[in-house]
């Protein structure tokens, strides 16, 4: 077994997630088209979630409670109780989503399995990101299942750590640059970038310059060939 852990962030990096927050997304500016036009109407709701991460987390239920809040606010308190009755049932109707391995997740998984401790490591709410890894069918691969509150530098450093021999032989692969690469490239660890062409806009970060423990990978068949290298 290689000394390196590897951690893996789920959404959007081992199955779809963005795409059913943008469908809901369509569906929120729908029921809302009396009032504004869709481009205020998806400003206004980033603006309310980025208010809300301190308060609410990172999840479904957070995104939820920020859609009703941003229709109160644009209705100026007139929203109809079947609009927020309909943005609940788009809520819990995500909640239920089916769960998407994208491609050459599985067979990554199965082939690192056995040589390298995988750790997913993920943030959201607790229930869901629970029933996503269940419906996945991708479970069984992982060591151990990390679910946070956020990723940053100190959440690496004790994840590596207590699944590890710290983050200096450990690598973080994901979608996200700003939560999954560049925390763990601060701790002193790898970080394998896989872009998803969905990707929450407050995940965006720019591509650290000068690293030499940053990789960016097209697709997670392409991680093998970055371990052999880096050794
Ligand atoms: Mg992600």
Do not use: C
Not at 5 to 17: E, H, M, S
Not at 50 to 64: A, E, P, Q, S, W
Not at 105 to 122: D, M, P, S, W
Not at 195 to 221: K, M, N, V, Y
């Amino acid at each position: 077994m290689s000394a390196i852990v590897i951690g893996f962030d789920a959404d959007d990096t081992l199955w779809q997630n963005e795409r059913f927050y943008r469908l809901t997304e369509g569906r929120f500016t729908e029921l809302l088209a009396d009032y504004a036009k869709p481009d205020h109407l998806s400003a206004r709701l980033l603006e309310a979630e980025k208010r809300n991460l301190g308060k609410y987390g990172f999840g479904i239920k957070g995104f939820t409670l920020s859609m009703i809040e941003t229709a109160i606010e644009i209705t100026e308190g007139r929203v109809p109780a079947e609009t927020i009755r309909d943005i609940l049932e788009a809520g819990r109707e995500m909640l239920d989503h089916p769960v998407e391995p994208l491609p050459h997740a599985r067979e990554t998984l199965e082939a690192l399995a056995g040589q390298y401790r995988i750790v997913l490591i993920t943030k959201g709410d607790l229930f869901d990101q629970e029933r996503k890894l269940a419906a996945s069918g991708l479970g069984d691969f992982f060591d151990a299942v990390e679910i946070v509150s956020d990723k940053n530098r100190a959440v690496y450093e004790r994840i590596f750590t207590r699944h590890g021999n710290g983050a200096d032989k450990a690598m973080m692969v994901g979608n996200s640059m700003k939560s999954d690469v560049l925390p763990a490239i601060e701790a002193g660890g790898w970080g394998v970038f896989v872009p998803h062409e969905l990707t929450w806009a407050h995940e965006h970060a720019e591509a650290p310059s000068g690293a030499d423990r940053f990789r960016q990978i097209e697709h997670l068949g392409e991680l093998e060939a970055v371990l052999r290298e880096i050794g």
